[in-house]
């Protein structure tokens, strides 16, 4: 048996082997209380889409703030603010699929530009909101990514993003993938450390 906590719902979830009972899991939850309550008191607390949330895009804090100017587009960052336009009740949703688009066409365009560096050609790219990993290269050439890397620093994008190209030519974790990972971003050691610390924190948003 084993519990895993899910940052981005604040929730636990229970995993039972194949013939272990209800009752067991219960036992077996009960018995790890503290551990649960010490796991979910160190998780950053929620930041929901909102007016005056402060919500980093690219690495930098950004102020949501509603408006009515139907001149202008419905969502709109700049100046170190994500513009939404339009009802109170559609902010949230507004941000997020205006921050899913961001990501997919800048995802898209640094990882063409990576792998033509290495004379590859990327078939497809698409994000999604997954929770183990940042990013997935499939032998097909098939590139994914969490959208949530979007509050991520630049220099941690462009590691993700040469992670998963290197995958092109390399379908392991050799010396060689390596090689291609820091020949396409630089240091890699610096942006694999910050995800590793900040990883419940890009789960937090939204």
């Known amino acids: 048996m084993s519990l895993r906590v899910d940052a981005a719902t604040r929730t636990i979830e229970l995993i039972l082997p194949r013939g272990a009972g209800a009752e067991q899991g219960v036992r077996f939850v009960n018995a790890h209380r503290g551990w649960i309550a010490a796991r979910l008191d160190a998780l950053p607390m ?60 800048e ?16 078939a497809r790219v698409a994000v999604r909101d997954t929770k183990s990993r940042w990013g997935s290269c499939s032998s097909s050439g098939n590139l994914s990514f969490s959208w ?25 974790h050799g010396p060689r993938f390596w090689g291609l990972v820091a020949a396409l971003a630089g240091d890699h050691a610096g942006p694999r450390a910050w995800l590793k610390r900040y990883r419940n924190r890009l789960l937090s948003y939204g």
């Open 107 to 122: 995802f898209t365009l640094r990882a063409r530009a990576c792998a033509a560096r290495l004379g590859r050609t990327v």
């Open 148 to 172: 949530r890397l979007v509050f991520a620093p630049e220099a941690v994008i462009d590691y993700v993003v040469a992670h998963e190209v290197a995958h092109l030519a390399e379908m392991n």
């Open 46 to 105: 929620p930041i929901r889409f909102e007016e005056g949330a402060i919500v980093p895009v690219f690495g930098r804090p950004h102020r949501i703030c509603h408006h009515q100017d139907r001149a202008g587009p419905p969502v709109a960052v700049a100046d170190g603010e994500i513009r939404v336009r339009g009802a109170p009740e559609f902010v949230a949703r507004r941000v997020r699929d205006h921050l899913i688009s961001l990501a997919r066409r």
